[in-house]
């Protein structure tokens, strides 16, 4: 299957306005997390700049943590901000590969992931036992930040793309 960038639309769903809300809310707290903190960051770069320029090299090693940091949190900042402004895309293809690992600031709260042509979505973890490698796929996602919105599986009995959660599965 290709890749699809035209706008996503089930009209006929009358749950996608529920989860389109949701989403979109998701990536404005994603986008209120972090831009401020790439302004901190930006503060401390100009700071630490400043310093450095003045003689004391001491603050090289911090102008290089918040260097670092602000380009990751302002990468970030605006994959979230240019997605407010857009619709979701689609994207078809197998699942090359799934996986579960803890995330970076919740240690204790495991993300679930997949890879789709190259590209990895994060994922429920309803998703993720809904689905197994090599399936076939259909994901409505946000095309900066691939914030996905709806995930949907082949089922070939059925010859229809049907949710990847269990209960739409039928189990």
Same mark, same amino acid.
């Given at each position: 299957?290709?890749?699809?960038?035209?706008?996503?639309?089930?009209?006929?769903?009358?749950?996608?306005?529920? #989860?389109? =809300?949701?989403? /979109?809310?998701? !990536? $404005?707290?994603?986008?209120?997390?972090?831009?401020?903190? @790439?302004?901190?960051?930006?503060?401390?770069?100009?700071?630490?700049?400043?310093?450095?320029?003045?003689?004391?090299?001491?603050?090289?090693?911090?102008?290089?943590?918040?260097?670092?940091?602000?380009?990751?949190?302002?990468?970030?900042?605006?994959?979230?901000?240019?997605?407010?402004?857009?619709?979701?895309?689609?994207?078809?293809?197998?699942? #090359?590969? =799934?996986?579960? /690992?803890?995330? !970076? $600031?919740?240690?204790?709260?495991?993300?679930?992931?997949? @890879?789709?042509?190259?590209?990895?979505?994060?994922?429920?973890?309803?998703?993720?036992?809904?689905?197994?490698?090599?399936?076939?796929?259909?994901?409505?996602?946000?095309?900066?930040?691939?914030?996905?919105?709806?995930?949907?599986?082949?089922?070939?009995?059925?010859?229809?793309?049907?949710?990847?959660?269990?209960?739409?599965?039928?189990?």
């Amino acid at each position: 299957m290709s890749y699809s960038s035209e706008k996503f639309s089930f009209e006929e769903d009358a749950a996608r306005p529920r #989860s389109s =809300k949701r989403v /979109k809310r998701i !990536l $404005f707290l994603q986008a209120l997390i972090f831009t401020p903190l @790439a302004f901190v960051m930006a503060a401390g770069v100009i700071y630490a700049s400043l310093k450095v320029a003045s003689g004391e090299t001491g603050y090289i090693v911090m102008l290089t943590i918040t260097g670092i940091l602000f380009l990751v949190f302002t990468y970030q900042s605006l994959h979230y901000l240019r997605d407010m402004r857009t619709e979701p895309i689609v994207s078809e293809g197998e699942v #090359s590969k =799934k996986w579960s /690992k803890g995330n !970076l $600031f919740f240690f204790f709260m495991p993300g679930y992931y997949i @890879a789709v042509k190259g590209q990895i979505y994060t994922i429920t973890r309803d998703q993720y036992r809904g689905l197994l490698e090599d399936d076939l796929v259909r994901i409505s996602h946000y095309p900066h930040s691939l914030t996905v919105e709806r995930v949907e599986r082949y089922d070939e009995a059925k010859k229809e793309y049907v949710p990847a959660e269990p209960d739409g599965l039928g189990y």
